[in-house]
């Protein structure tokens, strides 16, 4: 295991990135908010705005950005934060769904608007989510995912389908046989994006501490340690490190991983044929994401090591040599001719759920509520969340209050080692799925692989 370099989102943000007080004696606020990313800092951001009276704080077990948010692959996309079959068969149904799709069309331009209306600096490009198919089973995989994306409410000028030669004038991947292709998706610097929030909230007047963990919630009032923080409402903001708070069987922490390649000159763009701001994927089962960065790199995540016994965080977990060359492999594989260096390798965790959903909800009778278990589609997910968080709060009788995510409520996690069993072997099987379909030049996915996805939930 190699140590974990600073994210590259960690660099080139000084100017933004700031110590704040932990909390020292016992207070009291109108809402504490528990955890300082995404999810919780937009929290704060539209209940300050919405209620401005409000005394708001927000705590922090390390510092502002530290989890995922401050980690991600920038990515600020339309990809609805879960499994749609699985909202689609909740209460809500079809229209649920339907709306919860255009609701993450919107929090992409949402969170586009805010950063310009505040004048934050994110380096953000609209250009689009371009995801790639190696192979025949991975086309066969994108029409049914267009086809799903068209039932969901997207419209076909929002998504295409790409041939090979379309794929080739956005990015040049070799090998690809075609894509796919929505609009709705911004390349962000993830951590330009979470310490400028925090600033935002915290001129409106939130009080940000870090450092200050929070052990124990109940009605009315929150601990970290020995000390109290009487609130009247508590909002639980903290994703893959929820397990303590809302049970280790409620939503475990998947680690996933990520390289920033050295700063490429023009040439190599040039073979690369990426010249705009697309964030693309691929089918693979083990699939990646990328995005070119704002200052000439490539930034590319995978899931690695995924998953630790016990749902237990390791933060020492840096990346490890083999995933990070399986992403530089893969780069070469896509991009052959340039060669690619590892610059920066981190890796973070993000929160699933046993069906892959995510969660809304807001109890009015303890006043505690919790968003959590985005799957890795939290960049937008965590602002729309958001806002729902506080319209439930703040007893408003908006269209979110009645997405599916409300109350969703999904299964539980097996219990160990059953847990720990069954997210390996989903992976060593997705792994292997991916080797077949490429060897066997499959037309359709495998076996291999429809088994793995009805293991870990992910095909009803
Ligand atoms: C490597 C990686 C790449 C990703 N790429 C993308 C992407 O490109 N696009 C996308 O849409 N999504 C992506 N995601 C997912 C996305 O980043 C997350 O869904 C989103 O950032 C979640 O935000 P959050 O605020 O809910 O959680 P987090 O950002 O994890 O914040 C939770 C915070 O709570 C704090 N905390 C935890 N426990 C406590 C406690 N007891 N007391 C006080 N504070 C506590 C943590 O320290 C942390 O700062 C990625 C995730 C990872 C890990």
């Not at 073979?271 to 994401?289: M, P």
């Not at 070469?332 to 969660?359: E, I, K, M, N």
């Not at 379909?437 to 293991?455: F, P």
Request: hydrophobic letters at 40%.
């Amino acid at each position: 295991m190699t140590a974990q370099t600073p994210s590259l989102w960690d660099t080139g943000v000084e100017q933004w990135t700031k110590v704040r007080p932990a909390l020292g004696s016992d207070i009291s606020c109108d809402v504490l908010v528990v955890g300082a990313g995404y999810t919780g800092l937009w929290t704060a951001y539209y209940l300050s705005e919405l209620a401005p009276h409000l005394d708001i704080v927000v705590a922090e077990a390390e510092r502002v950005g530290y989890g995922a948010s401050g980690r991600n692959g920038g990515w600020l996309s339309y990809l609805v934060p879960g499994n749609r079959q699985v909202y689609e068969k909740g209460p809500r149904g079809h229209e649920g769904l339907v709306r919860l799709q255009r609701q993450m069309v919107d929090a992409v331009d949402e969170v586009l608007d805010v950063a310009d209306r505040s004048g934050l600096a994110i380096d953000a490009r609209k250009g689009g989510n371009l995801v790639v198919a190696p192979n025949e089973a991975g086309m066969a995989r994108l029409r049914l995912r267009y086809a799903a994306d068209l039932r969901a409410g997207m419209a076909t000028d929002e998504v295409r389908m790409l041939t090979a030669a379309e794929v080739a004038e956005r990015v040049d991947v070799a090998g690809a046989v075609g894509g796919l292709y929505a609009e709705a998706c911004a390349r962000i610097h993830p951590g330009k994006l979470v310490r400028q929030l925090a600033d935002l909230v915290e001129s409106r007047g939130v009080r940000i501490f870090e450092r200050t963990r929070i052990t124990d919630v109940e009605e009315g009032v929150a601990r970290s340690h020995h000390l109290r923080v009487q609130a009247g409402s508590t909002l639980i903001c903290t994703e893959g490190f929820s397990g303590p708070l809302l049970g280790r069987r409620n939503v475990i922490p998947i680690r996933s991983t990520m390289i920033a390649t050295q700063q490429l000159g023009d040439a190599d763009w040039e073979r690369i044929g990426w010249q705009e701001a697309e964030c693309l994927s691929d089918t693979s089962h083990t699939f990646i994401y990328a995005q070119r960065t704002a200052d000439g790199r490539i930034a590319v995540g995978g899931r690695g090591k995924p998953y630790e016994f016990g749902s237990r965080i390791d933060e020492r977990q840096g990346c490890h040599p083999q995933v990070e060359q399986a992403l530089l492999d893969r780069l070469t594989q896509y991009f052959p001719g340039v060669r690619f260096r590892a610059d920066h390798a981190w890796s973070g965790v993000l929160g699933v759920s046993r069906d892959w959903c995510a969660s809304v909800r807001y109890d009015r009778a303890s006043s505690v509520g919790s968003s959590v278990g985005y799957a890795g589609h939290g960049v937008a997910a965590a602002n729309l969340a958001a806002r729902t968080l506080v319209d439930l709060v703040l007893g408003r009788d908006t269209e979110r209050v009645a997405l599916p995510l409300v109350d969703h409520r999904p299964p539980r996690w097996e219990p160990e080692p059953i847990r720990w069993v069954g997210v390996q072997t989903m992976y060593r099987l997705f792994r292997t799925a991916d080797a077949r379909e490429e060897k066997r030049g499959a037309t359709s996915t495998s076996l291999i692989a429809r088994a793995a996805g009805k293991l870990a939930g992910l095909s009803p």
